[in-house]
């Protein structure tokens, strides 16, 4: 059985956007992270609720605060949809459908506190829930669906518990999501 970790590479952009080369993921996270392509999913259950995510402690970066549904980076070659549904089952064990693009140029730099920089150029995705939720507890420590609103004054009233690229992606989420 083969118990070296799963190797993901990342792809470097310009400032434009433009591919300019590949990189080992788990080198490329330092305190100078080049930027890189990735993306943040936001999944909704028919009622129109949002799932939000606290990182698990085990995460390299912002262990244990509350997030947006899902990230993740697209391999080299892969079109982000597939990305989208691949990190889906991976971290929440969850089916997507009608993944749709809602803030096609985000992009952001934030730095943890523990000197590690995430730069990335992180279009912002909208997606159904398909299927049951079975989060993975290295990836996922809780879970909790809310709706939109009270995600939006949550994040107002208490930014510090929360991502900074979440907190920067609901003041460009359109007003219909």
């Known amino acids: 059985m083969n118990t070296e970790p799963e190797r993901e590479s ?3 952009v310009a400032d434009d956007g433009t591919p300019i080369g590949v990189a080992d993921k788990r ?3 330092s305190a100078d992270t080049p930027l890189h392509l990735a993306f943040s999913c936001h999944v909704f259950d028919e009622h129109g609720r949002v799932l939000v995510t606290r990182r698990s402690l085990q995460k390299l970066t912002w262990p244990g605060v509350w997030t947006n549904s899902f990230c993740g980076h697209p391999a080299p070659g892969e079109p982000v949809e597939d990305a989208i549904g691949r990190r889906a089952e991976r971290e929440l064990g969850l089916a997507v459908r009608a993944v749709e693009l809602v803030v096609p140029g985000f992009r952001y730099r934030a730095v943890d506190a523990s000197g590690i920089v995430e730069n990335e150029l992180c279009p912002v995705y909208r997606a159904v829930t398909a299927s049951a939720l079975d989060p993975r507890p290295d990836e996922v420590a809780e879970h909790a669906w809310v709706e939109p609103d009270a995600l939006r004054a949550a994040v107002l009233a208490a930014p510090y518990a929360f ?6 992606q609901l003041q460009e989420w359109p007003a219909s999501v």
């Not at 991502?163 to 920067?168: E, G, H, K, T, V």
Request: net charge neutral; hydrophobic share 65%.
């Open 27 to 29: 080198t490329v996270h």
């Open 163 to 168: 991502s900074p690229w979440l907190a920067l």
């Open 10 to 12: 990342v792809i470097l």
